[in-house]
């Protein structure tokens, strides 16, 4: 195990590395710039080159990057070009939504999943299964911001149940709650969609093996096979489409952010890029990749922990 | 006399419970763009201008709705009879928000650090072109330009030239401080910023509006979804013309129009060819079918325009009859110029009206016997490849600022490539002619010298739709300056 984590580390921190040393190198070979960006087309040439000056663009691409992996060990992201205030306050302050958006909708998805995915195996063939695959494939093939649309017609246009967009912060948790019912509801369609029809084939596979047919002969309960011997085992496949999941529920918050106009870390990464923010960008793209490579070696420690045969391997 | 006492005692309890009760007037806007600083001095973001010019920021002077310049800071100013020098009294008891006094000094600051070596002042050359600025005593200003400049007041009036405090000058960015009607209360950036009523503004009593709420809703479905369901008051300016015949027939709306100084044109790159010459330019300007563009583009919702001025300005000549609509005409123009059946590459910014407009352009000039390449490409790329490198035949964009006939004059680093002595000496005397009468005369005279040289393909006005709920008062229905002032506002 010790091996494993050693192993896991070193690939983590390449990877962030290299993260940034493509993003550093896109938004430079992007054309675009970001002082012509914030003083508009009527600016003076020398107002720019002022303004150029101030944000450091003339100093060499190498010397730039270097000065910047400095600052961010010490834990220093540097201040944003267009914001004008330290990178990490911006993070900072929009981290918690986004946060609870992605994990609002990861454990809806596999609530939900979970239910339908190991209520259509315990149902294979019958109405049950046929409604849940049905059901589920009209998620699949729904796009996320068309269903944050049609959601916000029914229930915030028509109905007025709930309100068609913002957040007004976690100071008030029912407001904040009544806020993010529809975004979490969008993006949870599609994914419980996705993993639903894993749970079940995962499931059915499960169910055909001998232990399982025994268990049926020993008169165990239905429910009790399913949930504490069925499930166990089908978590595998399960587990891996809920890590890759996690990773799209990340990036799903861009689009599902500008829906519902919610101040999140999808819209902030939108507009730093359109802005040429390259400070902000930077911090954005590695915090979402540590994110991401972090999620994926959580995975792979569950894998161990629910399947004893992998700690061999490991 | 006792008798009375009870009922009276009656109605001031009455009273003094209905008085907490009584609504503070409120209004919640929606904004398409979300400005990432809020000093209209360092950064160009039309958004900043809507939200704080006029109602946090105050100038010199200002405009009225009609375009008029009008005293503000400034209480009255004399012009020396050269036109060069300009003697503000301004007005006394004014402060700032923080409680400091406006003084003469809050303004040589304001105009110092605007022309100053390091000032990344979004209009710079305005205040570059002053020679000398200084403080005559507490309430009076005078300053001197290097020449008569007739378009000085009113660019003193726009929000780039805003009087800070040298105190609060720093923050600004993120805490806002001037001596308008409207303090800064709060920003959540990506959601909504918050004014309140200044109660020690000189002008404060005719003020209704206690608090005003804006909301930053970029997607245009998630705005009209947003005005449905109630969540605002009004979206003054609407994203989306596909979407207003839907307000229009809903009795809960009301929705103006309001015309801009934003001239949308078909920007042709006059220094390379095939637009480097006069045949082909003029077959382009017959190509093109202005009517069936705002037709398809602006649902209708637009004014077409013969050249480059306003038709609401007070200088307008209709020019859109010079070049009729005829593509066998133009065909023979392009083939007659030697470039029939040239590809053209039309790259496009990502705004509605202009990726809209692109298609039917493209479609018009393939009429004519042109190909048009279009690429639709992103903010950033515009800037970088159409602006600064002028790698592009055409492009569609909207010029907002007022009196940019300045534009034809900036010679040819500009991304227009048009270098025109004769339009540069035009162009210097209408900046330098002070009477009014004069100077209208020299700007028909421009109008009808660019539209003769067909250096662009004059496309339309850009409007400014704004949806209000029923019972919302007090809005411009023009826009002849990047101004939305509340101080008018009424609810219901």
């Known amino acids: 195990m ?59 691409v190498l010397v730039r990057y270097a000065a910047w992996i400095g600052d961010a060990l010490t834990g220093d992201f540097g201040t944003s070009h267009s914001y004008r205030v330290p990178v990490s306050e911006l993070v900072l302050e929009r981290m918690p939504l986004t946060l609870s958006l992605a994990i609002g909708g990861m454990v809806a998805t596999v609530l939900l999943a979970l239910v ?12 049950g299964d046929w409604g849940v695959m049905f059901l589920s494939q009209i998620g699949i093939a729904v796009p996320s911001f068309w269903a944050a649309m049609l959601l916000v017609l029914l229930f915030a246009v028509h109905l007025q149940w709930l309100p068609p967009g913002g957040f007004p912060g976690w100071s008030d948790p029912v407001a904040a709650v009544r806020a993010l019912i529809l975004p979490v509801a969008a993006l949870t369609i599609v994914q419980a969609a ?29 429910q009790r096979i399913l949930w504490r ?86 | 006399m006792r008798t009375t006492a009870a009922p009276a005692l009656l109605a001031a309890l009455a009273l003094a419970f209905a008085a907490p009760a009584a609504a503070q007037m409120r209004i919640s806007l929606g904004l398409q763009q979300e400005p990432t600083s809020l000093d209209p001095t360092s950064d160009a973001t039309a958004a900043i201008n809507v939200m704080l010019a006029q109602n946090v920021y105050e100038s010199l ?48 600051f304001s105009f110092e650090r605007a022309r100053g070596e390091d000032s990344t002042n979004p209009r710079k050359a305005t205040f570059q072109a002053i020679e000398e600025i200084s403080k005559v005593d507490e309430h009076t200003v005078e300053l001197t330009l290097g020449n008569p400049d007739a378009f000085f007041l009113f660019d003193i009036a726009q929000g780039p030239a805003s009087i800070l405090h040298p105190d609060t000058v720093e923050s600004n960015a993120s805490r806002p401080v001037g001596t308008g009607p409207f303090m800064f209360d709060a920003w959540t ?41 109630g969540e605002l008051d009004a979206f003054p300016g609407f994203p989306a013309p596909e979407l207003i015949a839907q307000f229009e027939a809903d009795p809960r709306f009301t929705v103006i129009n309001a015309s ?27 190509a093109i079918d202005r009517e069936e563009i705002i ?104 010029h907002t600022s007022p009196n940019d006939l300045s534009n034809f004059a900036r010679g040819p680093d500009y991304f227009y490539g048009y270098d025109d002595a004769a339009f540069n000496d035009l162009w210097a005397s209408i900046r330098t002619e002070v009477d009014d009468e004069a100077r209208f005369a020299l700007i028909r005279e421009a109008q009808e010298y660019l539209a003769d040289a067909a250096v662009h393909g004059f496309l339309f006005q850009l409007p400014a739709l704004g949806v209000f709920r029923e019972g919302v008062e007090g809005f411009w229905e023009s826009q002849p300056i990047l101004y939305t002032p509340l101080s008018e506002v009424t609810v219901r």
């Not at chain 1, 339908?116 to 109405?127: D, E, F, T, V, Y």
């Open chain 2, 260 to 286: 801009t100084e934003g001239e949308v044109i078909l920007a042709l790159n006059n220094a390379r060819a095939p637009f480097d010459t006069l045949e082909a330019r003029r077959a382009l300007s017959h």
């Open chain 2, 61 to 108: 002077t200002t405009v009225d709705s009609s375009g008029a310049v009008q005293p503000q800071l400034a209480e009255s100013w004399e012009i020396s009879d050269d036109g060069r020098t300009y003697t503000f009294n301004l007005v006394q008891g004014a402060t700032f928000h923080d409680g400091s006094p406006f003084t003469a000094d809050a303004v040589v």
């Open chain 1, 194 to 222: 996705v993993l639903a029809r894993v749970t079940r084939s995962s499931a059915l596979e499960v169910m055909r093996l001998d232990y399982v047919r025994t268990a049926r002969a020993m008169g165990y309960p239905r």
């Open chain 2, 295 to 398: 037709e398809g583009a602006m649902y209708g919702l637009a004014t077409p325009i013969g050249s480059f001025y306003p038709p609401h300005g007070p200088a307008y000549v209709d020019l859109t009859g010079m070049y009729p609509h005829d593509p066998d005409m133009a065909r023979q123009m392009f083939e007659e110029a030697g470039v029939l059946g040239d590809t053209l590459l039309l790259r496009v910014p990502p705004f509605p009206y202009a990726t809209r407009s692109a298609e039917i352009v493209q479609a018009q000039l393939g009429a004519a016997g042109m190909d048009v390449r279009v690429e639709n490409v992103e903010w950033g790329f515009w800037l970088e490849e159409v602006y600064t490198n002028k790698n592009f035949d055409m492009t569609i964009i909207a």
């Open chain 1, 116 to 127: 339908l995915g190991i209520g259509a195996a315990a149902n294979h063939r019958k109405s």
């Open chain 1, 2 to 60: 010790g091996y494993f984590l050693l192993r896991r580390t070193v690939g983590f921190l390449a990877t962030v590395l290299t993260i940034t040393m493509v993003v550093f190198a896109v938004m430079n070979i992007l054309p675009g710039d970001p002082a012509l960006t914030i003083l508009g087309i009527d600016a003076s040439e020398q107002a720019l080159a002022a303004l150029r000056a101030q944000l450091g663009l003339n100093d060499p």
């Open chain 1, 229 to 314: 011997h069925v499930l166990p085992n089908a978590l595998v496949p399960i587990v891996t489409i809920v890590g890759l999941q996690f990773a799209s529920l990340i990036t799903g918050t861009i689009v599902i952010e500008n829906v519902f106009y919610l101040p999140g870390l999808g819209r902030l990464v939108f507009q730093a890029i359109a802005n040429r923010d390259l400070p902000l960008v930077q911090a954005l793209v590695t915090l979402f990749a540590v994110i991401v490579v972090t999620v994926n070696f959580l995975v792979d420690v569950i894998y161990v922990m629910i399947d004893p045969r992998l700690k061999a391997r490991a």
């Open chain 2, 189 to 229: 950036r990506g959601d909504r910023l918050r004014l309140v009523k200044n109660p020690d503004h000189r002008n404060a009593e005719n003020v209704a509006l206690e608090i005003v709420e804006y909301r930053f809703i970029s997607d245009p479905a998630a705005a009209s979804a947003a005005l449905m369901a």
